[in-house]
């Protein structure tokens, strides 16, 4: 468990459920990932009942973004692990009540130092949308570097979208 002294990133529990099904099944957010259906909550009951919490047993580790008061705000994830270039890729959401308090800033950090200290991984990447600002602002103050555009790569209501591939060495 990692944490500093406004927030910790700890294992996903069953009570975590109720957050867990409001933030997947909120298609406004559908558009960033690659959902493009709602999940029951059976389906998430056994998502977590299955997680070993070990990204290199399940290909993916989700931790749960929790203020200092023991509130859950939102979810930081490293998938697409990469063992032999030692790499995944990162995916953050926060509660909108959350969002613009440097909670994001704090919990990639965070996470940037257990993917380094404890995965042994080299690097970290992410792919946001190029109109995301707030996204854009996260990964930069975080010391992520924009290396490339990925043109058309997002299908949106609109058609298609740039994306922007964001890398940080560790």
Same mark, same amino acid.
């Given at each position: 468990?990692?944490?500093?002294?406004?927030?910790?990133?700890?294992?996903?529990?069953?009570? +975590?459920? +109720?957050?867990?099904?409001?933030?997947?099944?909120?298609?406004?957010? #559908?558009? !960033?990932?690659?959902?493009?259906?709602? @999940? &029951?909550? @059976?389906? !998430?009951?056994?998502?977590?009942?299955?997680?070993?919490?070990?990204?290199?047993?399940? *290909?993916?580790?989700?931790?749960?973004?929790?203020?200092?008061?023991?509130?859950?705000?939102?979810?930081? +994830?490293?998938?697409?692990?990469?063992?032999?270039?030692?790499?995944?890729?990162? *995916?953050?959401?926060?509660?909108?009540?959350?969002?613009?308090? *440097? @909670? %994001?800033?704090? %919990?990639?950090?965070?996470?940037?130092?257990?993917?380094?200290?404890?995965?042994?991984?080299?690097?970290?990447? %992410?792919?946001?949308? &190029? $109109?995301?600002?707030?996204?854009?602002?996260?990964?930069?103050? %975080? *010391?992520?570097?924009?290396?490339?555009? !990925?043109?058309? #790569?997002? &299908? &949106?209501?609109?058609?298609?979208?740039?994306?922007?591939? #964001?890398? $940080?060495?560790?």
């Amino acid at each position: 468990m990692f944490r500093n002294e406004r927030l910790r990133l700890r294992a996903v529990e069953p009570e +975590d459920l +109720d957050l867990m099904y409001l933030i997947e099944n909120d298609t406004s957010l #559908w558009a !960033l990932g690659s959902a493009t259906v709602p @999940y &029951s909550r @059976y389906s !998430l009951k056994q998502f977590i009942a299955q997680s070993q919490n070990d990204i290199f047993r399940d *290909g993916q580790l989700r931790l749960v973004i929790e203020a200092a008061g023991a509130e859950a705000m939102g979810f930081i +994830d490293l998938q697409g692990l990469e063992l032999r270039h030692r790499r995944a890729e990162v *995916g953050i959401v926060l509660l909108p009540g959350y969002q613009g308090r *440097g @909670y %994001a800033t704090d %919990a990639l950090c965070l996470l940037c130092q257990y993917a380094q200290q404890h995965l042994a991984l080299h690097q970290l990447t %992410a792919v946001v949308a &190029s $109109k995301n600002e707030p996204a854009r602002r996260l990964f930069q103050r %975080a *010391g992520f570097a924009c290396l490339s555009t !990925l043109p058309q #790569w997002l &299908s &949106s209501g609109d058609g298609f979208e740039d994306a922007l591939l #964001w890398q $940080k060495l560790l």
